[in-house]
């Protein structure tokens, strides 16, 4: 009798599964399907409670593009909410290093709560050059939340680009 309610209840719950015409998931799948339960729905909460949200966090280090202008390397960073102060860019032979703490603290007083949240995080970013540069020349600027590193290549760089036509 209970084979024959444990079939029946097997078959409600799948709602059309090829397994559930076997009345019978195996120990793994019937396990993969309490894990898949347990995290639809927070833990300790009815299931008719909504789950909560947790702000977007989002990545810990910038957005980088490396690209050639003419006789330059040139690095663009994007390090959105970010001040000049907290940036350092460090260049070694064919190495950049771009690095930084960003902190941000979002506080609301209004007269029937309180909200105060912080949040802390640093990155860094190693890349190679694509070409010998001149780290001496190098100059760094900070603009709405892009930083931009122009490094002039070495002559030897330069006159390595050869032209060639294509027939």
């Known amino acids: 009798m209970a084979d024959k309610e444990n079939r029946e209840l097997v078959k409600k719950e799948s709602k059309g599964l090829t397994k559930a015409e076997t009345g019978f998931f195996s120990p793994f799948e019937e396990m993969e399907r309490w894990f898949e339960e347990a995290f639809r729905r927070p833990f300790f909460a009815p299931s008719w409670m909504p789950r909560l949200k947790f702000p977007d966090?989002?990545?810990?280090?910038?957005?980088?593009?490396?690209?050639?202008?003419?006789?330059?390397?040139?690095?663009k960073a994007e390090l959105p909410g970010m001040k000049k102060e907290d940036i350092e860019v460090n260049i070694s032979d064919d190495v950049i290093t771009i690095s930084g703490e960003k902190k941000s603290e979002d506080k609301v007083e209004k007269k029937d709560y309180f909200r105060l949240e912080r949040s802390y995080g640093s990155f860094t970013r190693t890349l190679q050059l694509p070409a010998e540069t001149q780290t001496e020349k190098a100059k760094a600027s900070f603009k709405d939340g892009v930083l931009e590193v122009r490094i002039p290549k070495t002559e030897a760089a330069v006159q390595k680009v050869k032209k060639i036509n294509v027939e």
């Not at 966090?57 to 690095?75: C, L, R």
């Open 57 to 75: 966090v989002g990545p810990m280090y910038p957005t980088v593009d490396i690209f050639e202008d003419g006789n330059n390397v040139v690095v």
